[in-house]
T-cell receptor, first 114, second 113 residues
Framework: SAVISQKPSRDICQRGTSLTIQCQVD?????MFWYRQQPGQSLTLIAT?????????ESGFVIDKFPISRPNLTFSTLTVSNMSPEDSSIYLC???????????FGPGTRLTVL | AQSVSQHNHHVILSEAASLELGCNYS??????LFWYVQYPGQHLQLLLK??????LVKGIKGFEAEFIKSKFSFNLRKPSVQWSDTAEYFC???????????FGTGTRLKVLA
């Protein structure tokens, strides 16, 4: 299974600023995903990031707010822009490996916006 | 829209008690089903999965789940829980042939020693 790391593991940010979260995988993968897990809620898919193409965003998420980069097959970044307290959440990246679309998750980035 | 329901949000059990966590999904087509677990301070880990075949699937740490297609359910069971099973458990569904996971809201299990 893929080993995924994320940086930072947590951060406290001021309203109006931006934070870039990094996701590193120990093997090459085609598809990477970014999720948000808000307090007391389920995981919600933000976008799918494929190398060499624009990220595909889910309903309710836009590129201006959550720009994503995918420069190669082992790395991706998610930026949370112009943050507000409502963006306080855990952000997770995941990848698919194997023939059954099984996903493996990173440890998450806990973001608090004051 | 497709959805996944986990009816038990918080469960407290004593060690050696039996566990059953409910999971229902709303989709009439072919699905693949998963249970993930998140132990305190750790990342999400796959507990077990169902793709086809025997509807009773066995996972790690003595967990099992049964897919009942007629009930759109995929309940998680363990005959005897341990203190170390304290964690949050998530049911997830993907439509067969796709990669978009739909997660339930999770169930927080606390096992008392």
């Amino acid at each position: 299974s893929a080993v995924i790391s994320q940086k930072p593991s947590r951060d406290i940010c001021q309203r109006g600023t931006s934070l870039t979260i990094q996701c590193q995988v120990d093997s090459q993968v085609t598809m990477m995903f970014w999720y948000r897990q808000q307090p007391g809620q389920s995981l919600t898919l933000i976008a799918t990031a494929n190398q060499g193409s624009e990220a595909t965003y889910e309903s309710g998420f836009v590129i201006d707010k959550f720009p994503i980069s995918r420069p190669n097959l082992t790395f991706s970044t998610l930026t949370v822009s112009n943050m507000s307290p409502e963006d306080s959440s855990i952000y997770l990246c995941s990848v698919i490996q194997g023939g059954y679309n099984e996903q493996f998750f990173g440890p998450g980035t806990r973001l608090t916006v004051l | 829209a497709q959805s996944v329901s986990q009816h038990n949000h918080h469960v407290i059990l004593s060690e050696a008690a039996s566990l059953e966590l409910g999971c229902n999904y709303s989709y009439g087509g072919t699905v693949n089903l998963f249970w993930y677990v998140q132990y305190p301070g750790q990342h999400l880990q796959l507990l077990l999965k169902y793709f086809s075949g025997d509807p009773l699937v066995k996972g790690i740490k003595g967990f099992e789940a049964e897919f009942i297609k007629s009930k759109f359910s995929f309940n998680l069971r363990k005959p005897s829980v341990q203190w170390s099973d304290t964690a949050e458990y998530f049911c997830a569904v993907i439509l067969s042939g796709t990669y978009k996971y739909i997660f339930g809201t999770g169930t927080r299990l606390k096992v008392l020693a």
